[in-house]
């Protein structure tokens, strides 16, 4: 069992930058593999970056490749994303999530176990 929470979601004008934080408790997150993703109003939830510890790998959505960096800390049991260049059509809720599948690049999100609480991103225009 692991606990997800996820902070550092704020308004932010376009071009901005955010980290976002999830901080997990439970068993080490180096056990799972590791991803982001996010629910825009109206639209189904969707991939954004997942982290794999054993490979040192990440992936990423097309749409956010080249702007976001997913990391992770195993001293502090803690997975980021940092968003850069944020565009309005970034807004969303965030999630963090943990798969007990490991090794692969999960951008389903039906193959992930845990879920944090969510973190709401605005980025205005």
């Known amino acids: 069992q692991v606990q997800l929470v996820e902070s550092g979601g704020r308004l932010v004008q376009a071009g901005g930058s955010l980290r976002l934080s999830c901080a997990a408790s439970g068993r080490t997150f180096s056990s799972y593999t590791m991803g982001w993703f996010r629910k825009a109003p109206g639209k189904e939830r969707e991939f954004v970056a997942t982290i794999i510890s054993s490979l040192s790998s990440t992936y990423y959505a097309d749409s956010v490749k080249g702007r976001f960096t997913i990391s992770e800390d195993n001293a502090k049991n803690t997975v980021y994303l940092q968003m850069n260049s944020l565009k309005p059509e970034d807004t969303a809720v965030y999630y963090c999530?943990?798969?007990?599948?490991?090794?692969?690049?999960?951008?389903?999100?039906?193959?992930?176990?845990?879920w944090g609480q969510g973190t709401q991103v605005t980025v205005s225009s």
């Open positions: 999530a943990a798969s007990t599948l490991v090794g692969g690049a999960w951008t389903n999100s039906i193959l992930y176990d845990y």
